[in-house]
């Protein structure tokens, strides 16, 4: 009986903790939806400095066919540049952890080309890929490419000494030894890494529209802009944000589906 | 080779370079042990006793010195995998549950053949049967070190390694563990190298307490033990254990 009772009282505990979970953060984007409505509206801001939310919900439904256009090319870059990159820095990693000499070789051109600003990388890759798809592929690449080797370099190195001591006990070879053991170890790793690079890749996406293209967020952005058309700019941002948002939670269910073994606040 | 020892270390010396100076883990070294022997290697942080097991374990290499375990060289023995070997953390794969951590020694090292001992059964010998689907993180430290030994136990090695197996679990769990470790020995009738820091471990479960001093690891006595078996955690309270428990800490304090 009492411990039905507390059964209860813990359920209803969760249910109103879930629901602060939702609640909190609603009321919060609300109260500043609102909070930009009327600074537009008392201040009288002109449309094209701000514009009023309600603008940019109209705007989104009326031109969402043209938007959802200019979204499908940078999603397709986006998607493209973050798998070519992480494939990459996945497998550079692997090398680097089995081969002493080309890390150390090849490191230090990693840390240097990481750290040429991603907008002087672009016009540099459109001279060499031309103007379509490919250089906003390969700028989403390279920005991704880097966080996700240094981050599965130390993912595959985080494998315990006793771990390696039991391998060696078992006479692993070096194969199975990073199938069974760096591989599974660095998972973790790698996720944190996938999930940063969500929103990078979006961002080389976008910057590399900027330098040069017809469609696509990016150029939408930069049109909008020279148009003083706030409404549109406000919308593309959005739906830029939208999809970099979709494209991390993607990753998040994968990691949680992939990673299972982790014990809950572990 | 009928007659081979189990294990035969002589003069056993381990040197190492840390930072500027040569560290001796190990000098001179020597313990021979028959099959079925169970010794304890009791000694303080420093005394070398964990590289002593590596050694054994053809880990780590001697400096100079021979060991042959089963009449041959470790590297040997380990391939043909005679050698379990049981760490300090059970060094469980996180992402592998009990049952497949258990077969782990299945899949690596070219081996893919059958067991004398399945995995199901060592699994029920250690007390874990029903815990096969369960992850590592699901289990306490003792059932954690239960899992490692029946890992270690898989295929039958001749000799267990231990190094400090139950040190960081509970005393209660300990006692129990080091209970269910004699039986299993008798039920096995593996060879075990066990390593600890307790003098009540090293007394309450070997037939032999090789008792080092440290810096550099050497060896002061190899104390028989003479209490009888099978032994229950009441042979504790026998006037011989207690006698055998102060002579062992006058060993190690080297008086």
């Known amino acids: 009986m009492e411990e039905a009772e507390m059964d ?53 439904y009326q ?141 080389g996406a976008i910057v590399g529209e900027w330098i040069g293209s017809q469609e696509g967020i990016g150029a939408l952005i930069i049109q909008a802009t020279y148009n003083f058309d706030s409404a549109l700019l406000y919308a593309v941002v959005l739906c830029g944000s939208a999809f970099s948002v979709a494209f991390f939670m993607a990753v998040r269910l994968l990691e949680r589906l992939v990673i299972r073994w982790e014990a809950p606040g572990g | 080779m009928g007659g081979d020892l189990a294990l035969d270390c002589r003069d056993v010396t381990v040197r190492f370079m840390s930072e500027r100076r040569a560290v001796t883990a190990l000098e001179r070294v020597s313990l021979a042990l028959e099959p079925g022997d169970f010794v304890t290697l009791l000694g303080p942080s420093g005394c070398g006793k964990s590289t002593l097991l590596r050694v054994i374990a053809d880990i780590i290499a001697p400096t100079t010195g021979s060991v042959k375990v089963f009449g041959e060289a470790p590297s040997g023995a380990r391939q043909r995998r005679e050698i379990g070997f049981v760490f300090q953390d059970a060094s469980l794969l996180p992402w592998r549950n009990v049952l497949d951590n258990v077969r782990l020694p299945l899949e690596v090292g070219g081996r893919r053949g059958s067991v004398p001992v399945s995995p ?14 369960s992850y590592p993180h699901e289990l306490s430290g003792g059932m954690r070190q239960r899992v490692a030994i029946a890992r270690a136990l898989l295929g039958g090695p001749r000799i267990l390694l231990m190094d400090e197996p139950f040190g960081a679990l509970d ?24 390593v600890t820091h307790s003098i009540y471990e090293a007394a309450f479960l070997a037939r032999k307490v090789l008792v080092l001093a440290p810096r550099p690891g050497r060896v ?36």
């Open chain 1, 8 to 60: 209860a009282a813990w359920q209803a505990a969760q249910r109103r903790r879930k629901l602060r979970g939702w609640l909190l953060p609603s009321a919060g984007a609300g109260a500043l939806l609102f909070l930009w409505w009327a600074v537009v509206a008392y201040f009288h801001v002109r449309p094209f400095i701000a514009p009023s939310p309600e603008v940019v919900a109209i705007t989104l």
């Open chain 2, 120 to 133: 199901e059964a060592l699994l029920d010998m250690v007390g874990l049967a029903g815990w096969e689907k």
């Open chain 2, 171 to 194: 005393e209660i769990t300990r006692d129990r563990l080091n209970e269910e470790l004699l039986r299993i020995w008798r039920e096995t009738g593996t060879t075990i190298v066990f």
């Open chain 2, 220 to 255: 002061r006595e190899l104390v028989t033990v003479d209490l009888p078996e099978p032994r229950g955690l009441a042979v504790r309270e026998t006037p011989e254990f207690v006698r055998l428990a102060a002579h062992l800490r006058r060993v190690l304090e080297g008086l």
């Open chain 1, 63 to 203: 031109k969402f066919g043209m938007l959802m256009d200019n979204l499908a090319p940078t999603a397709i870059e986006a998607i493209g540049g973050f798998i070519i990159g992480n494939l990459l820095g996945i497998g550079i990693a692997t090398i680097f952890v089995h081969c002493r000499t080309m890390e150390q070789a090849f490191f230090p051109v990693a840390v240097f080309i990481n750290s040429i600003p991603i907008v002087a990388k672009a016009p540099i890759l459109v001279l060499m890929l031309g103007n379509g798809l490919a250089p906003k592929i390969a700028i989403s690449a390279v920005i991704c490419f880097f966080p996700t080797l240094v981050n599965m370099a130390r993912g595959l190195e985080a494998v315990s000494p006793q771990a390696m001591e039991l391998m060696h006990v078992l006479s692993g070879s070096r194969w199975e030894i990073f199938w069974k053991l760096r591989l599974p170890t660095s998972l973790p790793f790698l996720f944190s890494a996938l999930k940063v690079a969500t929103s990078t890749a979006v961002v």
